[in-house]
């Protein structure tokens, strides 16, 4: 019940195009999904996020689609460029105690041709 | 300019020879979490501290200890690593809102 499910596990879009990566979520008590980016050899960086009483978020280029009914969000990546290949998470967090547990979806890999 | 600074990058051991990784945070939050990150994986939550209070994942093996003498520093302590040991620790701290702020990592190989 604390999984998040993400897929698909790797991504390949040319320059330009939408890329697209779902997640989802069983655990009604998840308050908070952050997307986060990790670029090889680096520490993951929050992206954006989300909460569950917002059904879209966009900021510039990403766009998070949350469907609390479906337990289940996205993250849209319009114009996808070649600088935007990276391992992309999902993650939901609850606060168990108050300090913020992020349950990490196992990562897609986002390859973004020219 | 790096908020979370993790020490160092990349550190070798030997099978079963006690290894230490830093990190330190110029934040001030209260909130410092060790994850261990292995290939091509999400990252796996080891502990956290919220200010001095020390809270084990349920599976992080007891091999694996930390301490947090002050807010700023927290240390990762392997006591006998294994070859399963060798991974990404990631480093992250979080103030009063959700966002967790990630250090760059410290590489661990164990020879």
């Known amino acids: 019940q604390q999984q998040v499910k993400q897929s698909p596990q790797s991504l390949i879009v040319q320059k330009g195009g939408i890329s697209i990566i779902n997640c989802a979520y069983e655990n009604t008590a998840f308050d908070y999904f952050p997307w986060y980016q990790q670029f090889p050899g680096k520490g993951p960086a929050l992206l954006i996020a989300?909460?569950?009483?917002?059904s879209e978020k966009k900021e510039g280029r990403f766009t998070i689609s949350f469907n609390k009914s479906a337990k289940q969000f996205s993250l849209h990546i319009m114009d996808s460029q070649p600088g935007d290949s990276a391992t992309y998470f999902c993650?939901?967090?609850?606060?168990?105690?108050?300090?913020?547990?992020?349950?990490f979806g196992a990562g897609t890999r986002l390859a973004v041709h020219p | 300019d790096a908020m979370v600074i993790q020490n160092p990058r990349y550190q070798v051991t030997q099978f079963g020879k006690p290894v230490t990784l830093s990190c330190s945070q110029t934040l001030n939050h209260n909130v410092m979490y060790w994850y261990q990150q292995k290939s091509s994986q999400a990252p796996k939550l080891l502990f956290h501290y919220y200010d001095k209070d020390f809270n084990n994942e349920a599976d992080t093996p007891d091999n694996f200890q930390s301490r947090r003498p002050n807010t700023s520093f927290c240390f990762l302590d392997i006591r006998s690593p294994g070859l399963g040991d060798a991974a990404m620790y990631l480093c992250?701290?979080?103030?009063?809102?959700?966002?967790?702020?990630f250090g760059a990592g410290t590489r661990l190989s164990v020879l």
């Open positions: 993650a939901a967090s609850i606060e168990p105690g108050g300090y913020n547990k992020l349950i």
């Open positions: 992250a701290t979080r103030g009063g809102g959700n966002i967790q702020y």
């Open positions: 989300i909460r569950p009483d917002v």
